[in-house]
């Protein structure tokens, strides 16, 4: 079965703190993998893609195949990374048809 | 100005009656997604269509319905045959990228509209 697990409903940290938000995934062929965020009034954004190998805002996120998992990392957390995160597998690759299944998502609170 | 275009943005139905949300993109995109977003459940998918003409059904299609007569719209219908309508519903659109090793630029990458919150009275 495809899916995608976030274990944490809600992330608080502390301003200047690390972050890790945590997604494992299951599938069986090759994963492409995604953060999405979405901003407070804002509408849901891609943040990054695991093919991107790019780092956005800080953020960064490594695909362990071995551990099935797609951390979406930063080193120092700022007030205004709080948004609610949702990490996506494209999956449901039959007949032509693929789409993007989400996870539950992660709120992220930064306080000061 | 390109993107995604959802309405009404507010919608109250009473129980019985069915109502239809609108979602217009003028980004050329092949590819029309219903989400439908509940607080510590993510977002799940309703409908999705990949060319005009064609759709189908994703993990909560029940009670819902949609057409794609158009590459611009893709209007999803919520019937009375849904129990919890109460919802927000998030439309989006992509590029499609049809072979699973494609890696091109913006395919599957998805673009959200503002979404429309339903409420059942």
């Known amino acids: 079965a495809q899916r995608v697990t976030q274990p944490e409903k809600l992330l608080s940290v502390f301003k200047g703190a690390p972050v890790e938000l945590k997604c494992n995934y299951s599938y069986s062929g090759s994963p492409e993998l995604f953060w999405y965020v979405q901003y407070s009034r804002q509408r849901l954004q891609l943040l990054l893609r695991h093919i991107s190998r790019e780092s956005i805002k800080g953020f960064t996120a490594d695909l362990n195949k071995g551990e099935t998992s797609f951390h979406l990392k930063k080193p120092f957390a700022q007030e205004e990374d709080s948004a609610m995160y949702y990490c996506a597998l494209l999956g449901g690759f039959s007949g032509g048809y693929n789409k993007l299944i989400f996870g539950a998502g992660t709120r992220l609170a930064v306080h000061p | 100005d390109g993107g995604i275009t959802q309405s009404p943005k507010y919608l109250f139905r009473k129980e019985g009656q069915n109502v239809t949300l609108s979602c217009e993109q003028n980004?050329?995109?092949?590819?029309m997604y219903w989400y439908r977003q509940d607080p510590g459940q993510g977002l799940r998918l309703i409908y999705y269509?990949?060319?005009?003409?064609?759709?189908q059904k994703g993990d909560i299609a029940e009670g819902y319905s949609v057409s794609r007569e158009k590459k611009e719209s893709f209007p999803l219908t919520v019937t009375s045959a849904q129990k919890n309508p109460t919802a927000f519903y998030l439309c989006?659109?992509?590029?499609?990228?049809?072979?699973?090793?494609?890696?091109?630029?913006?395919?599957?990458?998805?673009?959200f509209g503002a979404g429309s919150r339903l409420t059942v009275l």
């Open positions: 989006a659109s992509s590029i499609v990228g049809r072979d699973p090793s494609y890696h091109g630029s913006g395919a599957n990458v998805l673009t």
């Open positions: 269509s990949q060319i005009v003409n064609d759709f």
């Open positions: 980004l050329n995109h092949d590819a």
